[in-house]
C-alpha cells in the first residue's frame, strides 16, 4: 500500500505493509528507528524495532538508502505525528552501502546536479518534482474543465520560418560522411524526409489551425531552443503551454491568463500542502504567502507606454534608460511589479520589437501583444492578438522579412473563416521555480540540457 | 458563450450568442437554415433566420466555412434537436469562398491529409482529436489518483546505447560546413553539447531513476523513431507513455495495465458519448460494442510457451510457422485474441528476442517480459519486469552487446537501494486507432510526420 494512502485511511492498531526506502536510520543498543519513505507522500514514516524483531543484529546494519519492506501495527507515536509503525518484520530488499551519495545532511544543490539521477530522492527535490507534477496536471485540469482541447502539435517542422539559426537540426544522414550533390550542396534525399529539417520552437502555427476548428486548444510539450546562454532561466530543452483560442480579444486573452494561473497556484496549495511547507522553510521564507497572496491579488493592466511613464517617473538612476520604442529589462520589470505589489499585464508594445504575427494597433505604432509580469517571477507568460487579416498579415510578415510562402497553410486560415483570436506561451519552467521558490532552472528539470551539458 | 455550455445549462426561451462556424447552409426564398458549430461540442445548433432580419441579404450570402456570430433566443426546434436558435442578428466575421477545401460532402480521408490543416473541421476529425484530448486527460486522471508522478524525462541524449541507427541525430552545425579535426572526424566542439547529440527512443532509464525515487511514475511526451517504414501504423514521431513501478512485478504490471485501460476506455465512452455514436455510424459499427466488451471483460494471462502450443494445436495454415523460441506474427495475435474473445496477457518470452534490461526468469530461457495483445487492436503495450541485480544486468548486457559504461548512472540504480520494479510502454496513436476505429495512423496524429513527409 502506498504511504499516502495509509495516512489518509489507517488508524492506530492497523496492520500495513510499507515499500520503500530508508532514509535515516537511529540507532540504540536495545531499538531503533528507522525514517521511512516510498516517495508517494512527503511525509515519512517513523518505523520502532527492538530485540523482539528475529532479524535484529540485520537490521541495525541496515544503511541509508537500503530499499525494505515492513510489516507491522500503527502504534501511538512517542514524536510529533500522529502514529509510528511497530514492526513485525523488516525485509532487506536492495542493499546500499555508504558509497551512497545521498546521506541525511544538508548537500549543496551543485553537488547534488552531479547526481541528477540521485537526487530525487531529497527532500528537496522530492518537494520540488512533485510540485512539478501538481503544476502539470493542474494545467490539464483547468483547460479541460473550460473546454479546451489538448493538441499535440509536431516537433519536427521543414519549413524554417523560425530562422534555422534558433532551431536545432534533425537528420538520418551519416555526419561523418554526408553525400553532397554537384553543386556541392548537402544532397537530402538519403534524408529520412528528404528536405532539411529542425525542430520547431514553437507549436502555435498548428495550435492556431486547431483553434479555428476547435475555438479552445492547448498545447504541452517539450520545446527546444538553441540559445547558447548559461543563466539561471536558460535550457535548451524545456516544456511549454500554448493555448489558442478563437473569438478571443486581448482583454480576453488577459481574463484567462490570470483566471489559469490562480487557478494553479491554488491547486498547488491545496494538493502540495507540505512540499510548500518544507519549502517555505528552507528555500524562501515568503514562498507561501507569496502564492496566497497571488491567489487573492486583482491583476492591474497597464499600456506599454504608461509603464515607460512610470519608470520614467520614478527617482532611480536605471541602468537602461526606459524609452517608448524598446523593450522594458528585468530591473524594470521588477520596478513596475513592487510598485503595485501585484502581477502586472503590459499592453500594446511598440510593434517593431514584437513577432510578425501580431495585430497592429490602429494608432499604427503598437501591436496587441501583452506580457504578464509577476512578483518575484518577472515575464511569466507572453502572449498576443493574432493578425487575422490575410493582406495585414501578409504586409507585416514582409516588412519583417519572413518568408510566408514557407507556410501557405498558416496564411489558409485567413482565408477560410477567419476570426479574430489570441493566444499566449508560458514557459512550464519559469512557472515551477515561481511555485518552488527555486533559482536555477537546473533544479526543475529532471535532466537538465544546457550548453555543453547532456549528461545522462 | 461556448456551444457546449449552452447545450448544458440552457433551456428554451434564452437569449445567447454563439461564435463559430457554418457547417452547412440551406436557403430558402422567405428564410434559412444554418448548421453552426463552435468545436466544443460535437452537437451542432441549427440557426434559423428569416426576413425579419435587417441583412438577411447578406446572411443568404454566407458560405460554408465562414466565421459568424449570432444573437438570438433559443426556440422549439423543428428537428431532432431539442431547441434552434433564432437569429436576431448573423454577423460576418470571417469570409470563406467556393474555393474552401471542405465541403459538406463526403471527403477521402487521403485527400483530407492533403487539407491537414483544414480537416480538423470535419466531423470525423472532430470526433477523432476530441477523443484523442478526453484519452490524454484519462491517461493523467488514471495515474494522478493512483499516486503516480508526472516525469519529464528528457528526449536530447549523448549517449547512443540504443544504437545510434535507430535515433535522429541532433545538431547545431552547419551541415553544409562541418568543421572536421586533424584525424578526419567531425569536430563536436563546436556543437552545442559538444558531443555526437541524439534523440532518444524512449524515456524508460530515465523513467526507472524517478522510480526509485516516487515509486510509481509515468511519462507522457513526444517520441522519435527513425523506422523507414510507410505502413498504415508507422509514424516517425508519435506519443508514448511509459509508466514504471517500484515494487511491482510482472503480475502486478498486468494488474496496472488492465485496470488502466478499463479506466480510459470508460471515461473516454461516458465523456465523447456524442463522438463515439458518430464514430460507430460512419467508421466502425462495431466500435461501441467492442468498447465496452472491454470494459467488462477480464482480460487473460498466458504464457508465451502457452500461447505457441495453442497456434500449433489449431487447425491453420500459418504463414509464419509458430515458434518456442521466437516472436508472434500478427497472423498469431489475430487468432489468439479471437480465440479467447479477449485482450490477451502473454508472458515470459524466449530471452533472445527481448531486451537486455529484462528480468531473467528462473528457467535461464525466459525473461519476465509482457504483450497485451488485444481485439482489433493486436499489440497495445508492452512491459517487463526489469532486471534489478547489479551483476546479472551487467552480464546480460554483455551478452546482448549493449556498452554499460555509457548508462554508468543507470547502473548505479542497482547499486543503491535497488528493488524489483517493472514498467510498460503504450504508443499512444496505437491506443487511439483502437478508440477510434480509424485505421490509419496518419489520421490519428494532427500533422503526422512519416518517411518523406514533414509537411506543414
Request: proline share 3%.
Amino acid at each position: 500500500m502506498d504511504l499516502i494512502d495509509i495516512l489518509k485511511t489507517k488508524k492506530i492498531g492497523d496492520e500495513v505493509r510499507v515499500e520503500g526506502w530508508i532514509r535515516n536510520h537511529r540507532r540504540q543498543k536495545e531499538f531503533g528507528f528507522i525514517d521511512f519513505y516510498d516517495g508517494t507522500s512527503f511525509e515519512t514514516l517513523q518505523i520502532v524495532y527492538d530485540k523482539t524483531n528475529a532479524n535484529f543484529d540485520e537490521i541495525q546494519k541496515m544503511l541509508v538508502g537500503c530499499a525494505i519492506i515492513v510489516d507491522g501495527k500503527l502504534v501511538e507515536s512517542s514524536g510529533n505525528q500522529e502514529y509510528e509503525l511497530k514492526a513485525s518484520n523488516v525485509l532487506l530488499v536492495g542493499e546500499c552501502d555508504e558509497t551512497y551519495p545521498i546521506q541525511p545532511k544538508r548537500h549543496t544543490q551543485e553537488f547534488l546536479r552531479s547526481v541528477a539521477h540521485l537526487r530525487p530522492r531529497t527532500r528537496l527535490f522530492q518537494a520540488v518534482f512533485k510540485i512539478r507534477n501538481l503544476a502539470a496536471y493542474a494545467i490539464h485540469e483547468y483547460f479541460q474543465s473550460h473546454n479546451y482541447v489538448y493538441v499535440h502539435t509536431p516537433l519536427f517542422t521543414t519549413s524554417d520560418c523560425e530562422g534555422e539559426n534558433q532551431m536545432f537540426k534533425v537528420t538520418t544522414l551519416d555526419l561523418e560522411n554526408i553525400n553532397k550533390n554537384e553543386d556541392g550542396k548537402v544532397d537530402y534525399k538519403a534524408d529520412l524526409f528528404g528536405k532539411p529539417t529542425f525542430i520547431t520552437g514553437t507549436g502555435q502555427l498548428h495550435g492556431e489551425a486547431y483553434a479555428m476548428a476547435f475555438k479552445k486548444i492547448y498545447t504541452f510539450g517539450p520545446t527546444f531552443r538553441t540559445e547558447n546562454s548559461n543563466t539561471k532561466t536558460h535550457a535548451n530543452e524545456f516544456w511549454m503551454i500554448e493555448p489558442e483560442i478563437a473569438f478571443c480579444d486581448l482583454d480576453g486573452l488577459m481574463d484567462i491568463e490570470e483566471e489559469m494561473l490562480k487557478s494553479i497556484v491554488s491547486y498547488v496549495l491545496k494538493n502540495g500542502e507540505e512540499e510548500i511547507k518544507f519549502l517555505n522553510n528552507f528555500v524562501d521564507k515568503n514562498l507561501k504567502e507569496k502564492l496566497e497572496k497571488l491567489v487573492n491579488s486583482n491583476f492591474v493592466r497597464i499600456t506599454h507606454h504608461e509603464a515607460v511613464d512610470l519608470l520614467k517617473k520614478a527617482d532611480i538612476k536605471w541602468e537602461f534608460t526606459p524609452d517608448y520604442e524598446s523593450d522594458i529589462a528585468k530591473e524594470h520589470e521588477k520596478y513596475i511589479t513592487e510598485y503595485y505589489n501585484a502581477p502586472v499585464f503590459i499592453t500594446n508594445w511598440p510593434k517593431d520589437i514584437k513577432a510578425w504575427y501580431m495585430k497592429e494597433n490602429s494608432d499604427g505604432k503598437t501591436v496587441a501583444a501583452v506580457d504578464l509580469e509577476v512578483p518575484g517571477a518577472g515575464e511569466l507568460m507572453g502572449g498576443s492578438q493574432r493578425e487575422e487579416d490575410y493582406e495585414k498579415l501578409v504586409k507585416r510578415a514582409e516588412n519583417l522579412g519572413v518568408d510566408t510562402e514557407l507556410i501557405d497553410w498558416f496564411m489558409d486560415l485567413r482565408k477560410y473563416g477567419s476570426c479574430y483570436h489570441s493566444g499566449f506561451g508560458m514557459g512550464f519552467e519559469r512557472l515551477i521555480i515561481y511555485l518552488t521558490g527555486v533559482e536555477n532552472i537546473r533544479d526543475v528539470i529532471p535532466f537538465p540540457r544546457t550548453p555543453g551539458n547532456c549528461e545522462y
